[in-house]
């Protein structure tokens, strides 16, 4: 519990200084998704060059076809080498980066995590930070409902650097249910979304779907089903009184792993 109320601490300084109530990633390996296409127009601003020799191991067991590019490893690793330089040191990190997203799947799942430690804290005799921690999730979910795009149905993550929402369509979108008690329209408005989804592939959740111009079917977060991201979703469906919903996801990941 303490390790986790640290770490909790860590997210809300080092990556919202600003306390805007939205975790940002200076990594795409930090958010889980990395080759994700709501991050290409971030990172085509990224220069290539690196001083760590780059062995793409994950090469030797996966096709090429399934991963990302080398270029876009070139883009990684000089951002690890920039991090490097500083010394680790969040608030330097923080004014380097050339990648800097406010990231919506982060926080939701940060959010949630929070509501964990609240009933956590009277059973291990800390009580005195329930507090603390309602303030972080009550800033969180002002954050996160401030990303929520009627017209897209769906929430938003941010790009700090350009200071534009990011609106290419993944998983992250819906990623927001798992924190959040919508009203009525914007259940009715995401559901009937996530139904468009669905209904374009033959097991869903895609992490990009098929009717956007980045959707590649074999490319990790770019169009394949993600089986935790699944089971997010369905703990934020339910959430919300979408049944139905989480319980179509539900069928496809069995039939998924069937």
Known sequence: YRAGLKWHRWWMTARDPERT????????WESGSDNSPAWDDAFSRVPTTTTTVIK??????????MRPSDLDYSRYIHLVDAYRQVGWDPARQWAIAPFKIAEVQMTAILARATEDLIALAPVYGAAADADELRAMLALMRAGLMRQWRPALARFVSRDLVAGADIETPTQAGFVPLLALDLDAAQRAAIGGELTRWLDSVKIGVPSTPPFSPAFEAKRYWRGPVWIVINWLLIL????????????????????AVE
Do not use: Q
């Open 236 to 255: 934020g469906l339910e959430r919300n009184g979408m049944t139905a919903l989480a319980d179509r996801v539900r069928r496809d990941s069995v039939a």
């Open 21 to 28: 109530g939205l975790v940002a990633i200076l990594h795409n």
């Open 56 to 65: 793409r191991r994950d090469l030797g067991h996966v096709d090429a076809g």
